[in-house]
């Protein structure tokens, strides 16, 4: 597996600052509150944006007493989202320090600090008392569009599984393998999304039982995400001259890369998407 600064190959990561130039475009960077509804456009990374904040609330019947683990958390915007809808208290876990702190700018601009909690870590190697209150304590995992970056799929699982309560909810978008990838499928895979080996159906229904999840619903999300990432690019093209006037020609071009890159993976019907929802024993 690659370094974590490696990461950074995937443009999507880099140009943390066109945050910060969005939110003055909107004049939102000097006001002292931002309500995170109105961040959605700004600080989301993942697919579907509201809709799939509102399934994870739905899915884990969110309230007041719930706690919830967003691992690989980003900007925030989920978490802060999951606790302003539901006032649950959720620990936004995330590996890259620039986007961590990003975030928690934004969380205290937001006025959640007291709900939302964010630790700089990777789950891998974290010790696991240092989240919420230790083994056992979530009532809900999420993980939005980010196992893809991390091959070692069983150890990952077994980690989301210590943190849940028995009964809790794993809530994860992920990419699947849905046939094999040719040579430059996996060369992209590699080097714009920053994703390796990624597993089969089978093989991560497979990984789920062996780290004691069950009732598990493997929900393909293809044929959706292929005409979401598809539309994507058509928007962000015909939205150029806007967007250079903020961000300039340099963080066009890196995240046009990007969104074409996704776009063509889709495309092509080897990669996959999935939304799985599981429970812990």
């Given amino acids: 597996m690659p370094e974590h600064d490696d990461i950074k190959t995937m443009k999507l990561y880099t140009n943390v600052e066109r945050i910060q130039n969005e939110l003055a475009a909107r004049g939102m960077l000097e ?27 739905a899915a884990m019947k969110l309230e007041s007493s719930s706690t919830v683990l967003d691992i690989g958390s980003g900007f925030g915007g989920t978490a802060r989202i999951l606790s302003e809808s539901s006032k649950c208290a959720t620990t936004a876990l995330e590996l890259q320090r620039d986007i961590h702190e990003m975030a928690e700018y934004l969380t205290k601009k937001c006025r959640l600090e007291n709900l939302v909690r964010h630790v700089s870590g990777d789950i891998l190697t974290l010790d696991l008392d240092k989240l919420g209150g230790g083994i056992a304590f979530f009532d809900g995992v999420v993980s939005l569009l980010v ?113 074409e890159a996704v776009a063509k993976l889709f495309s092509a019907q080897s990669l996959g998407g999935v939304r799985i929802i599981a429970k812990a024993k």
Avoid at 41 to 56: F, L, N, R, W
Avoid at 196 to 209: A, C, G, K, N, V
Avoid at 230 to 259: A, C, M, W
Wanted: charged share 25%.
């Fill in 31 to 57: 006001s002292e509150y931002i309500n995170p509804l109105s961040l959605c456009e700004v600080d989301s990374m993942h697919y579907k944006g509201m809709s799939a904040i509102e399934a994870v609330i």
């Fill in 147 to 259: 196992f893809l970056h991390i091959s070692d799929k069983r150890s990952l699982l077994e980690k989301c599984a210590k943190m849940l309560k028995p009964g809790g909810t794993l809530f994860v978008e992920d990419y699947y393998c849905r046939s094999p990838f040719s040579e430059d499928e996996v060369k992209s895979l590699m080097e714009d999304v920053y994703a390796f080996d990624l597993p089969t159906r089978d093989e991560y229904i497979s990984h789920l039982e062996a780290s004691g999840f069950h009732n598990i619903q493997f929900n393909d999300k293809t044929s959706e995400w292929t005409i979401y990432v598809q539309e994507r690019v058509l928007k962000f093209v015909s939205n150029r001259s806007h967007f250079e006037d903020i961000h300039g020609e340099p963080t066009y071009l890196s995240l046009l890369h990007f969104y």
